[in-house]
C-alpha cells in the first residue's frame, strides 16, 4: 500500500468514528406548543441537530411532575420544568410524598439545570363586561385560578391572598379546570376574574377576546414592596417581573392597568435540565447552542423576548436560595466562556 494510501486510512480511523459520535441521540419531554418551555426545547432540538450535537426525540404536552423524575432516574435525557418541581422533589413534598424525604432528596440530586426561562407571570383579568375594578374589587367574586391542584393554583391563591387579604372559600369563590379547558373557562364567563400566569402576549388571552376586551392589572406597587410579597418573591419556582406597560404589547382590545406604567407580577421560573451523569462536553455543547442562538429564539414568538432567555441572574431566574437546583458543570463553562456571570450558589 502506498504511503499517501496509508495515511489515508489512519486519518479515517481516527476521524470517522469521532464524526459517528458527534451526534447523539437524546430523548426530551416538555410542556404543551404555545408556551416557553415547549418553544426553548423545540429551539434546542432544532439548533443542536444544526450543530451536529444531537439528535432530539421531544414528546410534548408532557406532565412535567413526571418528567424531572423521568430525568432523575436516568429514563429521558432533558426535560422542561418549573424550579418549584425540583425542590418539592428534594423534600419529598406534594407530588413526590410518596417517595418519601429520602429516596426524593436522592433523585433531586441527580439534577442540573442547562439555561433558565420564565413559563409565565401571573397577572388579575377580566373581561370589561364584568365591571371589575382591579384587586380592590374581588371580595365575593368567582375567580378562575388555575387548575384543580399544582404550583399555578398555589401560587395564584397566595398572590390573592398577599394582594387582597382573601382566602378562597371565604373572600371569593374559586373555580379550577385544568389547561386543556383555560380558555373556555375563560370565555363562557363563569368567573368574573382570572389570575393565572400570562405571557406578553398571552395565547389564552388572545383566544378569549373573541368574546370581548379585556382589562390586565399589575399587582399594586405599595402590595409589590410590602415584606411579604417581597418574600414570596424568593420562594423556589418564582422570581420578580418588572415591565414598561409601553413595551407589554397585548395586541388590540387588551388594557394594561398600572398606577406609574409599570406592569408587577410574580414569574414562574424554570429551565431545561438533565441529569447530573449527562457528560461536561455535551451539557456544554447544549448550551452553547442556546446561547449562540438566543436571538435566533426571540424571534420565534411575540413573547419569547420577554421569557427570561439568557437571563441568569439569580433573583430573576430563581436559583440559589432555597431552590437546591444547580447548573451542570458544562452549562456553567458556556454561560462563562460567553461572558456571563454564574453565581458561586449555583454551580455545582
Known amino acids: 500500500m502506498k504511503l499517501k494510501n496509508k495515511l489515508l486510512v489512519l486519518v479515517l480511523m481516527f476521524v470517522l468514528p469521532n464524526t459517528i459520535k458527534a451526534a447523539e441521540n437524546l430523548t426530551g419531554e416538555t410542556g404543551s406548543p404555545g408556551g416557553s418551555i415547549h418553544l426553548s426545547m423545540a429551539h434546542l432540538a432544532e439548533v443542536a441537530a444544526a450543530n451536529d450535537i444531537a439528535n432530539i426525540q421531544i414528546a410534548a ?73 382591579g384587586w380592590d374589587d374581588l371580595e365575593g367574586r368567582t375567580i378562575y385560578n388555575g387548575p384543580p391542584r399544582g404550583a399555578a393554583l398555589t401560587n395564584a391563591r397566595s398572590i390573592i391572598q398577599l394582594t387582597t387579604g382573601l382566602q378562597e372559600g371565604d373572600g371569593y369563590k374559586g373555580i379550577q379546570v385544568n389547561w386543556g379547558q383555560a380558555v373556555k373557562t375563560i370565555s363562557d364567563g363563569s368567573a368574573d376574574a382570572i389570575v393565572l400566569p400570562i405571557l406578553f402576549p398571552d395565547s389564552r388571552i388572545t383566544q378569549a377576546l373573541a368574546s370581548g376586551n379585556i382589562t390586565v392589572w399589575s399587582i399594586p ?38 398606577e406609574d406604567g409599570i406592569f408587577r407580577g410574580l414569574a414562574t421560573v424554570g429551565g431545561d435540565i438533565v441529569n447530573k451523569d449527562m457528560s461536561f462536553d455535551l451539557a456544554k455543547a447544549l448550551t452553547k447552542a442556546h446561547i449562540d442562538s438566543l436571538d435566533q429564539l426571540k ?32 452549562a456553567v463553562a458556556a454561560w462563562e466562556e460567553a461572558g456571563y456571570t454564574i453565581d458561586d450558589c449555583a454551580k455545582p
Not at 76 to 94: C, E, H, S, V, W
Not at 107 to 118: D, E, F, I, M, V
Not at 227 to 242: C, D, H, I, R, T
Not at 313 to 323: E, H, I, L, Q, R
Open 61 to 133: 404536552g408532557q406532565t412535567l411532575t413526571n418528567s424531572i423524575q423521568n430525568v432523575a432516574e436516568g429514563k429521558t435525557d432533558i426535560a422542561g420544568t418549573p424550579y418549584i418541581l425540583p425542590f418539592l422533589l428534594a423534600k419529598a413534598r406534594g407530588p413526590y410524598a410518596g417517595l418519601g424525604e429520602e429516596k426524593g432528596a436522592e433523585l433531586a440530586a441527580n439534577l442540573r439545570a442547562l439555561y433558565p426561562l420564565t413559563l409565565g407571570v401571573f397577572a388579575l383579568y377580566a373581561y370589561d363586561s364584568k365591571n371589575l375594578n
Open 299 to 330: 424571534k420565534k414568538a411575540p413573547f419569547a423576548r420577554f421569557a427570561g432567555y439568557g437571563e441568569v441572574d439569580v433573583a430573576k431566574s430563581g436559583m440559589c436560595g432555597a431552590n437546591t437546583l444547580k447548573y451542570h458543570a458544562g
Open 221 to 258: 406597587k405599595e402590595k409589590w414592596e410590602s415584606e411579604g410579597f417581597q418574600k414570596y418573591l424568593k420562594a423556589p419556582g418564582s422570581g420578580p417581573f418588572n415591565l414598561d406597560i409601553a413595551e407589554a404589547a397585548m395586541g388590540k382590545g387588551v388594557t394594561i392597568k398600572s
